[in-house]
Nanobody, 121 residues
Framework: QVQLVESGGGLVQAGGSLRLSCAAS????????MAWFRQAPGKEREFAAG????????YYADSVKGRFTISRDNAKNTVSLQMNSLNPEDTATYYCAAGMVPTPGSEYAYWGQGTQVTVSS
């Protein structure tokens, strides 16, 4: 079992930045690829970014590429999402997830409860 707890969400103006963090506990964090998903009101949950177990490979949705950066610290059991140049379309609940492959179509066995990000225009 892996427990995931997100933090760092909040309200920010368009053009601003936020940094989300996800703390993991339980089984060895470094066993898992990690990802961030998001779900906006009335929309399906979508992949935002993923990172491999060793942190060497990262993947991004086209909508966030160049603005968001995913990183991980296996010594601290954390994964982060630095979000820059935020716009109102980024408003969503952001979820941290753990799985075997950090790509959009992969299965993720563990999910956090989510943290709300609201971007005002």
């Amino acid at each position: 079992q892996v427990q995931l707890v997100e933090s760092g969400g909040g309200l920010v103006q368009a053009g601003g930045s936020l940094r989300l963090s996800c703390a993991a506990s339980g089984r060895a964090f470094s066993w898992y690829a990690m990802a961030w998903f998001r779900q906006a009101p009335g929309k399906e949950r979508e992949f935002a970014a993923g990172i491999s177990r060793d942190g060497r490979n990262t993947y991004y949705a086209d909508s966030v590429k160049g603005r968001f950066t995913i990183s991980r610290d296996n010594a601290k059991n954390t994964v982060s999402l630095q979000m820059n140049s935020l716009n109102p379309e980024d408003t969503a609940t952001y979820y941290c997830a753990a799985g075997m492959v950090p790509t959009p179509g992969s299965e993720y066995a563990y999910w956090g409860q989510g943290t709300q990000v609201t971007v005002s225009s």
